[in-house]
């Protein structure tokens, strides 16, 4: 019984820790990916927004021209 008091302590403490680790780096493993999507846009809205610019330069040259 002594031995089992002796080994309980530090195996509940190194399942806690075990526990904590796995647990902040589960969370780690979505970081990445957030910041990659938040810092450059998905290729199809970076296509739109493309296309908006130029059909406002396109607009705003055609303007100045008009008599």
Do not use: H
């Not at 493993?29 to 396109?58: E, G, I, M």
Request: glycine share 2%; aromatic share 8%.
């Amino acid at each position: 019984m002594e031995t089992l008091k002796f080994w309980a302590r530090p195996a509940v403490i190194a399942g806690l820790w075990i526990a904590a680790t796995s647990f902040t780096l589960s969370e780690l493993a979505t970081v990445v990916p957030s910041l990659r999507s938040a810092s450059s846009p998905a290729p199809r809205f970076r296509d739109a927004k493309q296309r908006s610019l130029r059909a406002r330069a396109q607009s705003s040259s055609r303007a100045a021209v008009a008599p």
